[in-house]
């Protein structure tokens, strides 16, 4: 069996990805813990509770952990309505916290990355409408130049928001994130005032920092045309993928949002981004169906035969990571991988999950395609919204009453790539044994 080992550029990030509400706990002043406490809303009435207990310190023990295995770089959310609860407040004491989150990311010499928004609002903004409001946009922007202004001396790597496609799709879609809307119409003029949103920001934090690097985190979900009739299934798909993983990205290339019903002019958002952070997990196939008119007459699932995880939530199709690189390499920007990763409480399948995209992502490397870093989706089992806590995705897992984590084999196997700068023969045949074949042909 021929043996390599698949070497990095110096200086790639390799990180885990976070975000505020799903592991802070007590965010009590957000639309999505009011939605936790409406029947029905999460699987089995769950809550986010306590989750991992950042806002109660123990970020400090998980950064700790992050540092001992080998990562240089971490991607968390702040949250807008912990910084400003109200209209006419900002809360120092919340921003100070954040200040000595960053601090100690530091000092464990972990590059931080900040997102302002991932998914929750603060219940006053909610109460106005959200991002249906057209005066959104500014008071985002305002709540990004304050935040901005207090973190950046630890920070110069920013998304702004992140999956804006997902916010739009399952917020005022499929009903499943506040506010629980089905109504194209709200969804498609919530994704053109999140682009407006972005472009301010953008601006705001460029005008602060000159050397601040801000780009979006996109989920980037490929649609395949699914056959026999393929030139038929090739319409829903492409419609699909020009809606939901192209519309943000080309908008802020050229200032035209182009929906299915129509294109809304943004000039300002020409040139506001910096770097394209894509969030890839999986990928569909699809297939016309006349009787969906309200799902633009496509059906999705996935690859027959593919590997599904716990609840089905996600097929393992790793050559879809690549898939997604060659398409973001187009913007001609630094493309940075800003989530990967798969629920699996038992870790039967993340070790070779993680190692089989990472490969993926170091072919792409090999084309010098302009690839800075990859983020794990997660550092520590957490809050999966609607799906609760049924979902498993993290290295470490959680013990939700106790808060203890539970050390999980991918722990090591991220270790020994991060600490290498490389994904060695060794750390295959050690971790994903079945993928040394496709890994390793010959
Ligand atoms: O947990 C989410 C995250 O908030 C956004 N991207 C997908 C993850 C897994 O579902």
């Not at 043996?3 to 639309?31: C, I, M, R, Y």
């Not at 959104?136 to 950046?152: G, S």
């Not at 569909?284 to 633009?296: A, C, F, G, I, Q």
């Not at 716990?310 to 390499?329: C, H, R, S, Y």
Request: charged share 25%; aromatic share 14%.
């Amino acid at each position: 069996m021929p043996q390599a080992t698949f070497h990095f550029p110096p200086g790639f990030l390799w990180g885990t990805a976070t975000s505020s509400h799903q592991v802070e706990g007590n965010n009590k002043n957000n639309d999505w813990w009011a939605w936790e406490e409406q029947p029905g809303r999460v699987i089995n009435g769950q809550r986010s509770g306590l989750a991992c207990d950042w806002w109660g310190g123990r970020w400090r023990e998980d950064f700790d952990r992050a540092k001992e295995t080998g990562q240089n770089a971490h991607r968390l959310s702040i949250e807008w309505s912990r910084i400003q609860p109200a209209p006419d407040r900002w809360d120092e004491d919340a921003l100070d916290r954040y200040r000595a989150m960053l601090r100690g990311l530091h000092e464990r010499g972990i590059t931080p990355m900040v997102t302002f928004h991932h998914f929750c609002n603060p219940l006053w903004l909610a109460e106005r409408g959200g991002w249906e409001n057209e005066e959104t946009p500014a008071l985002f922007a305002r709540y990004v130049r304050k935040a901005a202004e207090a973190l950046q001396e630890y920070c110069t790597l920013w998304i702004t928001i992140n999956e804006p496609n997902v916010f739009a799709f399952e917020g005022y879609l499929e009903g499943l994130f506040p506010p629980g809307k089905k109504d194209l119409k709200a969804a498609f003029l919530v994704f053109a005032n999140m682009v407006r949103g972005h472009a301010l920001a953008y601006r705001e934090i460029h005008q602060l920092q000159r050397e601040a690097r801000v780009g979006l985190a996109l989920n980037i979900r490929p649609l395949h045309p699914a056959g026999p009739l393929t030139f038929l299934d090739a319409i829903p798909a492409r419609i699909g993928a020009r809606t939901f993983n192209e519309a943000f990205p080309n908008a802020l290339v050229d200032g035209k949002l182009r929906l299915p019903t129509r294109t809304v002019r943004i000039p300002e958002a020409v040139g506001t981004q910096d770097f394209l952070g894509v969030n890839y997990y999986t990928l569909d196939m699809v297939r016309l169906n006349l009787l969906r008119p309200s799902e633009m007459f496509a059906e999705r699932f996935y690859p027959p035969g593919a590997e599904l995880s716990d609840t089905g939530f996600i097929a393992n199709v790793p050559e879809g990571m690549f898939e997604v690189l060659k398409w973001a390499k187009g913007f001609r920007i630094p493309i940075i991988v800003t989530e990967n990763g798969v629920e699996d409480a038992d870790d039967h399948l993340r070790p070779r999950y993680l190692i089989e995209h990472i490969h993926q992502v170091w072919r792409a490397v090999n084309f010098n395609w302009p690839i800075k870093g990859y983020f794990h989706w997660t550092l520590v089992d957490n809050f999966e919204w609607e799906r609760g806590w049924t979902q498993r995705f993290g290295l470490w897992g959680l013990d939700v009453d106790t808060q203890q984590r539970i050390r999980r084999p991918s722990v090591d196997a991220y270790a020994a790539i991060c600490k290498q700068n490389a994904v060695s023969y060794e750390t295959v045949e050690k971790f994903a044994p079945q993928a040394v074949p496709r890994m390793f042909p010959g």
